[in-house]
């Protein structure tokens, strides 16, 4: 009788082994493929989809982990639900290429626009401190101190339109149209403060 019941044992010992090593070839492949898959699109995903792809490298370290456990039912199990996650990724990526792709033409053609507008803004009011620099008399409505104060302010929107060109010329057409906005934004403050007309 011990005997016997030592025999059924050690068979299904045998058996449970035998099913084992013969799941350990598909969940490695499996998890091979997927690592592949994953590799393929990692660098755009850190950059356009960085939550979603810290969802999937932790599904799977999860199915690593049981993988090394050797339990290889879970890893096929889970592998469905994580090539899914995966494939969800590439979408998510191609959408932000996508959208990126948008907004970087959104902002050179805004960009135009601000390069030619805030150019004019920098002559003119050049021009304006010019002539007042050379008159012995401020007019009416502009004070001394105030005029001073446009100048500085100047000094700081002729550095910031320095700093927007120079994203440009690197390629960062979005930054440039930031940094153009914000020079606008000065250019129309001195304006008012110098009493130039808007053209």
């Known amino acids: 009788m011990k005997v016997s019941q030592m025999l059924l044992a050690l068979a299904a010992a045998t058996v449970l082994v035998t099913g084992c090593a013969k799941q350990r070839a598909p969940a490695h492949d499996a998890l091979e493929k997927i690592e592949k898959s994953l590799a393929d699109v990692k660098t755009d995903a850190a950059k356009y989809a960085p939550d979603g792809l810290k969802g999937v490298e932790t599904q799977y370290e999860r199915l690593k982990a049981s993988f090394e456990a050797k339990e290889y039912d879970n890893v096929l199990a889970g592998t469905p639900a994580l090539e899914k996650a995966v494939g969800s990724l590439k979408d998510a990526v191609a959408s932000g290429k996508a959208q990126a792709r ?4 959104a902002a050179k053609t805004e960009w ?6 805030v150019s004019r803004q920098v002559e003119s009011i050049q021009a304006r401190i010019d002539e007042l620099s050379k ?7 502009i004070k001394k101190d105030e005029f001073e104060g446009s100048k500085s302010a100047f000094e700081s929107m002729k ?20 940094k153009a906005k914000t020079a606008k934004g000065m250019g129309d403050q001195i304006y008012d403060q110098l009493k130039i007309k808007q053209t």
């Not at 135009?112 to 507008?117: H, N, P, Q, R, T």
């Open 112 to 117: 135009e626009g601000l390069s030619a507008d």
């Open 102 to 105: 948008s907004a970087l033409a």
């Open 159 to 178: 550095t910031q339109w320095q700093e927007a060109t120079d994203e440009y010329n690197k390629g960062d057409a979005i930054e440039a149209s930031a």
């Open 135 to 141: 008159s012995k008399r401020l007019p009416w409505g």
